[in-house]
């Protein structure tokens, strides 16, 4: 099994930044996607940046330009770089990797950009 613990979360300004981190029980290499979704009370959770084994990436038109999503093999970490961030940002960010036929979520962190 895979945990996944995510942190970075938190309260920031509009115009700000935040970066989120998930923190894999294993190797990064065992997945071949990883991304990031939100969900805001009341909608639908959505995709909003996912990396597969071969570097691609990819963003919900949302988060283009502001967002960018990376990883760190050496600490098992996937990150999202959030900047320029607006009030629309404030959701539940949820980790999540595939392997084959499976997949794995974090516990979720919330982000609130708020003045």
């Known amino acids: 099994q895979v945990q996944l613990v995510e942190s970075g979360g938190g309260l920031v300004q509009p115009g700000g930044s935040l970066r989120l981190s998930c923190a894999a029980s294993?190797?990064?290499?065992?997945?071949?996607?990883m991304a990031w979704y939100r969900q805001a009370p009341g909608k639908q959770r959505e995709l909003v940046a996912l990396?597969?084994?071969?570097?691609?990436?990819n963003y919900a038109d949302s988060v283009k330009g502001r967002f960018t999503i990376s990883t760190d093999s050496a600490k098992n970490t996937v990150h999202l770089q959030m900047n320029s961030l607006k009030p629309e940002d404030t959701a539940v960010y949820y980790c999540?990797?595939?392997?084959?036929?499976?997949?794995?979520w974090g516990q979720g962190t919330q982000v609130t950009v708020s003045s």
């Open positions: 294993r190797s990064i290499f065992s997945f071949y996607r």
């Open positions: 999540n990797v595939a392997r084959v036929g499976t997949d794995y």
């Open positions: 990396t597969v084994s071969g570097g691609t990436t």
